[in-house]
């Protein structure tokens, strides 16, 4: 190699090239095609792999998280079931529409049985709220410490819901006790109304 003159090299006639000079182009050529696989495939195939190796961690703990939740598959079957029980014996304490007015006579009945005087009983408008209906009733009665909490102990002894919100307790002028209050009961929507409210939401 050191006694050739590359400057007398031809390419046109590369066969009649000594054969250590073939040898090193061959092997500068395969160099180049090597390097330049590496740059076109082999490199981008790296950087996936870096990508694919970064992710890993993640990828194995939503694996571990989800063969856990698939091993205890059962028990959160077990506890859906008893979870859909306890939501129907909760719907079941809600009235049906028919049901509300003997509800609120219910709850006035249960102010008189307590000895109180009603100056105010108006149920206010019903509001939908998902599967069911919220009816406040606007309550203002005279009566004493004692049969106020007789009234709110018969309330809850209902077998239906009734809730009790915004108690206000004044003096009244023949010297009892004055109680505003809003009392709220809610009824569960029939199937028509349940329609009828999924129509609003997809007009919106």
Not at 31 to 51: N, R, S
Not at 96 to 106: M, P, R
């Amino acid at each position: 190699m050191k006694d050739i003159d590359l400057s007398e090299l031809d390419l046109s006639s590369i066969g009649s090239w000594p054969t250590a000079v073939k040898a090193a182009l061959v092997a500068i050529v395969c160099a180049a095609v090597l390097a330049l696989g590496y740059f076109l495939h082999i490199q981008k195939k790296m950087e996936q792999l870096e990508q694919v190796r970064a992710k890993e961690p993640t990828l194995k703990s939503e694996f571990e998280k989800k063969q856990a939740k698939a091993s205890n598959l059962d028990a959160y079957k077990k506890q859906m079931q008893e979870m859909e029980e306890s939501f129907g014996a909760m719907l079941r304490q809600l009235p049906s529409k028919t049901e509300v007015d003997d509800l609120l006579i219910d709850v006035s009945q249960t102010g008189l049985s307590s000895g109180i005087e009603f100056e105010l009983f108006k149920p206010q408008s019903e509001k939908r709220i998902e599967f069911y209906a919220e009816l406040p009733i606007q309550i203002s009665m005279l009566g004493t410490y004692h049969q106020f909490g007789k009234f709110v102990s018969g309330v809850a002894a209902l077998p239906r819901i009734v809730t009790l919100h915004d108690i206000n307790l004044s003096s009244s002028k023949d010297g009892r006790l004055k109680m505003d209050v809003t009392a709220k009961t809610y009824r569960y929507l029939d199937e028509n109304e349940l329609a009828s409210a999924k129509k609003k939401k997809r007009r919106r």
